[in-house]
């Protein structure tokens, strides 16, 4: 079904950032992705060219309608279209972070999740100079890894960090990564939260 051009938006100055850079950066790369140039998706959409290179530039703010379009065309959801993700780690250094006393209990929060996911969690034990398999978990899931005993190395195409004991890691799992070990073994705490959409 063919729509009427839309340029429904109000064009906005400045960086992209936050949901609307979010939007932009997942826009632009499933469209890549697909194989779709800015003009073949604007005829199957019926969204105008020009529109659809403001938002993929984060310069404007699209209706509901127009992202609702868009997310059809490049078989997305709308929430994987508006989905915000992890630009790079967040570490959390041992000693870092505010310990709750109950009772005669210490707790150290490290990371809450923002929505409703499903999780796995694993414990591993990496002997001295290894590199685990590489491993991605699909679209939306997010890594947790607690460094228990020893230290290990997270290594992603575009990031690597060291994690000592007490360190703690979030990333975004949809890319491949591997755990890397020293002269030293490394006990690490996994949790792997999948995205339920």
């Not at 590489?134 to 005993?149: L, N, Q």
Request: proline fraction near 4%.
């Amino acid at each position: 079904m063919r729509h009427d051009k839309t340029s429904a938006v109000a064009a906005t100055a400045g960086p992209a950032s936050g949901v609307r850079g979010a939007i932009a950066g997942n826009l632009r790369g499933t469209r890549l992705a697909r194989g779709f140039s800015v003009r073949e998706l604007a005829e199957l959409t019926g969204v105008s060219k020009a529109l659809i290179s403001q938002i993929e530039r984060g310069v404007a703010n699209p209706t509901i309608e127009v992202l609702t379009r868009l997310a059809a065309a490049l078989d997305l959801t709308f929430a994987e279209l508006t989905r915000t993700h992890l630009a790079g780690p967040e570490v959390i250094r041992r000693g870092e972070g505010m310990p709750l006393q109950v009772g005669d209990t210490t707790v150290r929060s490290l990371f809450a999740a923002p929505d409703r996911r499903r999780f796995e969690l694993a414990e591993g034990d990496l002997p001295p100079l290894t590199r685990s398999a590489k491993s991605a978990h699909g679209r939306g899931s997010v890594e947790h890894a607690y460094v228990v005993a020893g230290e290990v190395t997270v290594e992603t195409g575009t990031w690597s960090v060291l994690l000592g004991e007490g360190d703690a890691v979030r990333f975004a799992a949809e890319l491949d990564h591997v755990y890397v070990t020293g002269e030293q073994g490394c006990r690490v705490l996994t949790l792997i939260s999948y995205s339920e959409d």
